[in-house]
C-alpha cells in the first residue's frame, strides 16, 4: 500500500479498483474554522500518521522543542517513557544541546496498564512493565519527557523507581497541557473529579508524584507546534486563494484544555 492522499473534512470518497472518487464534500458553515482534534497529534495517532500534510512524529518533535523553550532545567540527560513520547524527547533533548539517553526499556511480556480494573493494579502493573536501565543514569540529573499525564497514576511508581535505581533528580516535563475538561466528540477521557489537573494535588503536582519539578506545555505551544508547519505550507503554497477554499481557515479542538468547544453544546 502506498500514501495517496487525506480524505478532506466533510468529503465523501468512493474508491474502486479503478480510482478514487470525490461524490461530495459537505460544506461547513460559512467562515467556520475545522476543528480537528489535537490530541490526535499528542497521544492517539500513529506517529508515521499524516495529518493536515504533516506528519505526527515531526509535530511531536516540535512539541519537545517548545517545551524546551517553554521550561528549560539544569539536567545531564533527557528520557522518556518508553515509547509514545519519544519524538518529544528527542526534540527536547535536541533544543537544550543534552544527551538523549534510555532509561527504561519495556518488559514485552506484560499487557497494558490502562485497562487493568484499579489504580493500585496499574501502579503494580507499571513497576512489572518496566525493566530500569540504571547504568546510564546513576548519580545523575535526570528529564523525564511524557505526552501527558491524566491521572497522575503511571508517572508516580516510575518516578520512584528512577530514583530507586540512583537518578540523582527527577524533572518532568510534559508535551501537552492539563487535559482539564470532558470531551463531548467521541473520546472516552476520565471524569473531571479523575483528572489530575482539576484536583487539590495538582497545585503541588511535583511533590505529589515525587518529582523535583513538573512543567506542562502552554496551550499556545502545543497550538504554534501543530499548525506551524501547515500555516508555513499554505504561505508557500503558488496558488494561495485555492489551496485557501480547499483547506478553509486552520483550526483545532482544544475543549479537553480550555473548555472552549467548537459546538454549542446541548443539554
Known amino acids: 500500500s502506498r500514501y495517496y492522499r487525506e480524505v478532506l473534512p466533510g468529503e465523501i470518497v468512493k474508491i474502486s479498483r479503478y480510482d478514487v472518487q470525490t461524490l461530495d464534500v459537505v460544506p461547513r458553515p460559512e467562515g467556520d474554522p475545522s476543528a480537528f482534534c489535537i490530541f490526535e497529534y499528542v497521544y492517539f495517532a500513529r506517529p508515521d500518521s499524516i495529518f493536515e500534510g504533516q506528519m505526527v512524529y515531526s509535530v511531536r518533535r516540535r512539541c519537545g522543542q517548545q517545551l524546551a523553550i517553554e521550561a528549560p532545567v539544569e539536567a545531564d540527560l533527557v528520557s522518556t517513557v518508553p515509547e509514545s513520547a519519544t519524538p518529544a524527547a528527542l526534540g527536547y ?145 503558488n496558488s494561495l486563494k485555492t489551496q485557501k477554499s480547499r483547506i478553509g481557515k486552520i483550526g483545532h479542538c482544544t475543549a479537553c484544555l480550555t473548555g472552549e468547544y467548537p459546538v454549542e453544546l446541548e443539554w
Open 93 to 237: 533533548a535536541q533544543k537544550c544541546g543534552l544527551p538523549y539517553v534510555e532509561v527504561l526499556c519495556k518488559n514485552r511480556y506484560v499487557g497494558r496498564t490502562f485497562i487493568q480494573p484499579n489504580m493500585r493494579l496499574r501502579q503494580l502493573g507499571v513497576a512489572k512493565k518496566f525493566g530500569v536501565l540504571s547504568d546510564n543514569f546513576k548519580g545523575k540529573r535526570v528529564v523525564i519527557i511524557d505526552d501527558s499525564i491524566v491521572r497522575g497514576n503511571t508517572i508516580s511508581p516510575i518516578i520512584k523507581l528512577l530514583r530507586e535505581s540512583g537518578a540523582k533528580e527527577v524533572h518532568i516535563r510534559v508535551a501537552s497541557p492539563p487535559i482539564r475538561f470532558p470531551c463531548y466528540m467521541g473520546i472516552n477521557i476520565p471524569t473531571k473529579e479523575e483528572l489530575i489537573a482539576n484536583r487539590p494535588e495538582f497545585h503541588d503536582l511535583a511533590n505529589y508524584i515525587g518529582a523535583d519539578s513538573v512543567v506542562y506545555l502552554s496551550v499556545e505551544g502545543l497550538v504554534s507546534s501543530v499548525q506551524e508547519s501547515i500555516k508555513a505550507r499554505q504561505e508557500n503554497e
